[in-house]
């Protein structure tokens, strides 16, 4: 199983990005998958950003809400964070993950956004 993100990067404060987690071994369509982000701050915690589950019910960290949507390509086995409205305090590598029951989760190598003010 490989998830690899893409799609991340320097940009402006209000500006947009998209994030891209493209998985293989894996069927996103039949699996909760997970956008997490941990930013720069010594002792900071991965946090969990957005959700889409198997049936596409989607969920969001109240931070995110209304700026970022999480969206699924069954047909590319991908999953997108789109990023809208982005502020400095979204600075963060941004890891896709799909949660196992009995085994280790499942992460991606994280792709880093950057937004400068």
């Known amino acids: 199983v490989q998830l690899v993100e893409s799609g991340g990067g320097l940009v402006q404060a209000g500006g947009s990005l998209r994030l891209s987690c493209a998985g293989s071994g894996i069927s996103f369509s039949i699996n909760t998958i997970n956008w997490y982000r941990q930013a720069p701050a010594p002792g900071k915690q991965r946090e969990l950003v957005?959700?889409?589950?198997?049936?596409?019910?989607?969920h969001y960290q109240d931070s995110v809400k209304g700026r970022f949507t999480i969206s699924r390509d069954n047909a590319k086995n991908t999953v997108y964070l789109q990023m809208n409205s982005l502020k400095p305090e979204d600075t963060a590598v941004y890891y896709c993950?799909?949660?196992?029951?009995?085994?280790?989760?499942?992460w991606g190598q994280g792709t880093q956004v950057t937004v400068s003010s």
């Open positions: 957005a959700t889409i589950t198997s049936g596409g019910i989607k």
């Open positions: 993950q799909s949660p196992r029951r009995f085994d280790p989760d499942y």
